[in-house]
């Protein structure tokens, strides 16, 4: 129990420790050796846990995902209608903003990287096409009950899913000047806006 928990303690301080490297220098200039020397470990118990550095990339992006993923769906959850889901995912977006710290800088790396590593690409596009499915599918659900307007999800997916990808790229080149909860708030009322029935918009 003891051994496992030292396991798992140490394979935080390498994620935490690549996260701040890799967002500091960048992916292609950060080696494995200045990842433990940041975490205060040996390359071996550095391959113990990854066998590479591709693959410890791949498992921060995991990571971040997995936390988002939980933030949507607790604040997704009891959701009486599609459009209050919608207004949901904007809260759990502007935690994504505020607490985001080091992965915002990690969010460009990933794009980077993906252009040149086919592992990387892979491990980074599904989750898009994944929340693409989940925002077509709960859209599909809102024209069904009568709470948005008839319109393509597909399209409607992708223009929620640009957005977010949006909002990530420009509080990560402009961080300070903007305030961003407000901006992500009020763009997705906008958004929301043209999504509803004309009755009720």
């Not at 949507?72 to 985001?100: C, Y």
Request: hydrophobic share 45%; glycine share 6%; with cysteine.
């Amino acid at each position: 129990m003891v051994t496992q928990q030292r396991s798992e303690e140490t394979c935080t301080r390498i994620l935490d420790a690549a996260a701040a490297s890799f967002s500091r220098n960048g992916y292609d200039a950060t080696g494995v050796a200045e990842i433990c020397r940041v975490a205060g470990i040996s390359k071996g118990a550095f391959y113990y846990h990854f066998p590479s550095k591709q693959t410890l990339f791949i498992a921060l992006l995991e990571r971040w995902l997995d936390e988002l993923d939980g933030s949507i769906a607790t604040l997704q959850a009891g959701a009486s209608s599609v459009p209050e889901a919608l207004t949901r995912m904007a809260e759990a977006f502007q935690k994504v903003l505020h607490t985001a710290d080091g992965n915002l800088p990690m969010f460009m790396e990933f794009l980077t990287a993906a252009q040149r590593d086919p592992l990387i690409w892979a491990a980074t596009v599904q989750p898009y096409r994944r929340y693409q499915l989940w925002f077509a599918t709960l859209i599909e659900k809102g024209v069904a009950e009568g709470s948005l307007r008839q319109m393509d999800p597909q399209i409607a997916s992708q223009m929620l899913v640009s957005w977010a990808v949006g909002m990530l790229l420009q509080s990560t080149l402009d961080p300070q000047v903007t305030d961003w909860t407000i901006v992500t708030r009020e763009s997705l009322r906008l958004m929301l806006t043209g999504l509803l029935p004309e009755s009720v918009a």
